[in-house]
């Protein structure tokens, strides 16, 4: 099976940067995603990792490392719209796709 | 919208009875999940599909749950005798083909209150 790890809560101020971590265990592991979701909103993709490395979109970027099991997603110049939950999720082929518990992220001014 | 369609977006209903949720993805994914998801809690795999086919059930769907994908397009998720823990958020998602779980798109949701 898949399990996945990652803090429950993270606060920070507007223009900050902050990190959320992610640890897994899974088998037959291809990549780790990251999803936003507002509440009452859809989660929404925000940016996947197969290979070890920064990948980096805008003010976001990821970060994977296959040998550690282990990712974090780094926001960058937070705004008060990045207020939200982020979830980590693992994706084991074709099929599977496990998500996290999430971090909810707080930012205030 | 050429978006992932969930109907309806919510549906409160009394303990005992059956309820029906619908998805229509996106027209050319061929590949449709269905999740659920409480409060403070990330979305719990329940079903996959490619195509009219269902591939994968997680081991927490009851026999009370069952979904299908009769041509390949919309899917429907039915959950029969319903019980206030079947009380969720319902999530439908699909990917594109060809693609690994890179990007999955989300529709709204349906909000199931059972009471």
């Known amino acids: 099976g898949q399990s996945l790890e990652q803090p429950s809560e993270v606060t920070a101020v507007e223009g900050a940067i902050v990190q959320i971590n992610c640890t897994y265990q899974?088998?037959?592991?291809?990549?780790l995603s990251w999803y936003q979701q507002h509440d009452g909103g859809a989660p929404t993709f925000l940016s996947y990792?197969?290979?070890?490395g920064l990948e980096e979109t805008g003010r976001f970027s990821s970060f994977l490392s296959r040998s550690d099991s282990y990712g974090y997603l780094l926001l960058q110049e937070l705004q008060m719209k990045d207020s939200a939950s982020y979830f980590c999720?693992?994706?084991?082929?074709?099929?599977?796709?496990?998500f996290g518990k999430g971090t909810m992220l707080l930012v205030s001014p | 919208d050429t978006g992932v369609s969930q109907n309806p977006r919510h549906k409160i209903t009394k303990r005992g009875q059956n309820v029906t949720f619908r998805c229509d993805p996106i027209?050319?994914?061929?590949?449709l999940y269905w999740y659920r998801q409480t409060l403070g809690q990330g979305p719990e795999f329940l079903t996959y599909?490619?195509?009219?086919?269902?591939?994968?059930k997680s081991r927490l769907l009851s026999d009370r749950f069952s979904a299908e994908r009769p041509k390949g397009s919309f899917s429907t998720l039915e959950i029969q005798r319903t019980e206030q823990g079947d009380s969720a958020m319902y999530l439908c998602?699909?990917?594109?083909?060809?693609?690994?779980?890179?990007?999955?798109?989300f529709g709204q949701g349906t909000r199931l209150t059972v009471v």
């Open positions: 998602a699909s990917i594109v083909p060809g693609q690994l779980n890179t990007e999955a798109f």
């Open positions: 990792n197969a290979l070890d």
């Open positions: 599909f490619q195509n009219e086919a269902q591939l994968e």
């Open positions: 899974t088998s037959g592991f291809y990549g």
């Open positions: 027209s050319e994914h061929n590949r």
């Open positions: 999720a693992v994706s084991s082929g074709y099929s599977t796709l496990t």
